[in-house]
């Protein structure tokens, strides 16, 4: 047992030029070059003051230390200046440090030695280096350290392939509900139905009796907007980009104060709206709104479609799932890194529908039911990788706290741990540590 200020000394080098590489924290592949995970561009001049990391230094977010935000760096560069970077004082592996401070054990200790940072009520909690430094941490020898390291990480890699397959299965299992959502929405139920041009290229015939409008007739874009003058202590749970994926949610929503909520956190939303993402729009992250809630606050980097009396809100919402509407928002999308399309073009596209609620409804009644088992099945993947994900942060915590002996542990034939495998540890979406306006909306 080992106090911290024993085995890690904290460093404070500062840049003066800001010409280095900004590092960005990423919750699940740690640091990274600023510049591959945003489109976000910082001036040198803006960095001046940053801190200096090294290779194999240790990076802690201090407001995120219980969150198994600490990571061992690979490459020279800056980061944050609230941050803390640790130089290792002895032999110790800094992948096995990384591995061990990010297990929940280590991570129940780091909050339950985080105090309140300023006043008032904002929750935010700052692990300091003095109480850091302070506590008792087990270590092994060093061989230990690095047979724990080789288990762990081929272990991750099997975990990672596992957990690619599951999203592979997801993918596809998407691709075939949306083929069953295109055909109903743009041909309806009656195969012998007369058929007239819609007049839009890419969408062709479609039913004699349905009527072509633009969508911000048949919708009401941004109806309500949250003002600079909501009660700071309004709490909400907040839609960013990361948080829809084509048709569905892609993580628990997190819950936040106003007063503390980025500055783009401004979209009402209600039961029957429905959302797409104007910012990023490859993403195709679209969902329709089917929850009461009182509290559901999207970025300005959705649009929010609510619709009229003549649309059956869950309608529209497969409506602006189908391949050819989402397909034509990325078609009309400006820019490369950063395609958007602005929501006055939004509201002009054309849109097909049926001309009464009752067709409406029918074909959205057909679809439920068509997809329930894909639907199903799409559930079942998502549960499973968060069980797999689960077990891999028992299994890590087991084996740095000396629950699991692997010190005989040879690795087999299968064991092969690849860079690009380990990718897929990660979330569907990367959580921003640093606080970016990746959006783009500001």
């Known amino acids: 047992m080992l106090r911290v200020k024993n085995f890690l000394r904290e460093v404070d080098d500062?840049?003066?030029?800001?010409?280095?590489?900004?590092?960005?924290?990423?919750?699940?592949?740690?640091l990274v070059p600023?510049?591959?995970?945003?489109?976000?561009?910082?001036?040198?001049?803006?960095?001046?003051?940053?801190?200096?990391?090294?290779?194999?230094?240790?990076?802690?977010?201090?407001?995120?230390?219980?969150?198994?935000?600490?990571?061992?760096?690979?490459?020279?560069?800056?980061?944050?200046?609230?941050?803390?970077?640790?130089?290792?004082?002895?032999?110790?592996?800094?992948?096995?440090?990384?591995?061990?401070?990010?297990?929940w054990p280590i991570r129940g200790l780091f909050r339950s030695e985080s105090k309140g940072l300023g006043t008032g009520t904002s929750g935010f909690l700052r692990l300091y280096s003095d109480r850091f430094a302070a506590l008792e941490i087990p270590l092994p020898p060093r061989p230990e350290q690095d047979q724990v390291v080789a288990y762990l990480q081929a272990q991750d890699a099997h975990i990672a392939r596992l957990i690619k397959a599951k999203r592979d299965l997801i993918e596809l299992l998407t691709e075939q509900k949306l083929r069953i959502i295109d055909h109903a929405v743009t041909r309806g139920l009656d195969a012998s139905v007369a058929?007239?041009?819609?007049?839009?290229?890419?969408?062709?015939?479609?039913?004699?009796?349905?009527?072509?409008?633009?969508?911000?007739?048949?919708?009401?874009?941004n109806a309500r907007v949250l003002g600079e003058k909501t009660d700071p202590d309004f709490e909400f749970r907040y839609l960013d980009i990361g948080s829809v994926k084509t048709g569905?949610?892609?993580?628990?929503?997190?819950?936040?104060?106003?007063?503390?909520?980025?500055?783009?956190?401004?979209?009402?939303?209600?039961?029957?709206?429905t959302i797409i993402s104007t910012v990023r729009t490859y993403l195709k992250a679209v969902w329709y709104v089917n929850e009461e809630a009182e509290d559901l606050i999207a970025s300005t980097g959705f649009a929010v479609l609510t619709p009229g009396r003549d649309v059956e809100p869950e309608y529209l919402g497969y409506v602006i799932q189908s391949s050819g509407f989402v397909n034509r928002v990325t078609a009309n999308s400006i820019g490369i890194a950063y395609p958007a399309i602005a929501e006055t073009v939004l509201g002009r596209f054309p849109v097909v529908m049926p001309s009464t609620l009752e067709e409406q409804q029918a074909i959205l009644a057909h679809v439920k039911a068509e997809s329930a088992?894909?639907?199903?099945?799409?559930?079942?993947?998502?549960?499973?990788?968060?069980?797999?994900?689960?077990?891999?942060?028992?299994?890590?915590?087991?084996?740095?706290?000396?629950?699991?002996?692997?010190?005989?542990?040879?690795?087999?034939?299968?064991?092969?741990?690849?860079?690009?495998?380990?990718?897929?540890?990660?979330?569907?979406?990367?959580?921003?540590?640093d606080g970016e306006e990746d959006d783009g909306d500001d």
């Open 34 to 103: 600023h510049n591959d995970v945003s489109v976000k561009r910082i001036t040198a001049e803006h960095l001046i003051g940053y801190k200096k990391a090294q290779p194999d230094e240790l990076v802690l977010n201090r407001m995120q230390a219980g969150n198994a935000m600490f990571f061992r760096n690979r490459l020279s560069g800056l980061v944050s200046p609230d941050y803390a970077v640790f130089r290792l004082l002895r032999d110790d592996s800094p992948e096995y440090l990384g591995y061990l401070f990010r297990s």
């Open 248 to 273: 569905r949610l892609a993580k628990e929503l997190e819950r936040l104060r106003f007063e503390n909520a980025p500055s783009r956190a401004r979209r009402v939303l209600r039961r029957g709206d």
């Open 373 to 433: 088992p894909l639907d199903q099945a799409i559930e079942q993947a998502l549960i499973e990788i968060k069980l797999i994900r689960e077990y891999r942060d028992r299994q890590i915590a087991d084996v740095v706290t000396g629950q699991v002996d692997v010190r005989g542990w040879v690795p087999g034939p299968d064991d092969v741990v690849a860079e690009e495998d380990l990718g897929a540890l990660g979330d569907d979406e990367e959580i921003d540590t």
């Open 195 to 221: 058929l007239k041009p819609s007049g839009i290229e890419w969408l062709g015939d479609v039913p004699e009796h349905w009527s072509v409008k633009p969508l911000k007739r048949w919708v009401r874009l």
């Open 14 to 30: 500062r840049t003066k030029t800001g010409e280095e590489t900004l590092l960005s924290m990423r919750q699940h592949r740690g």
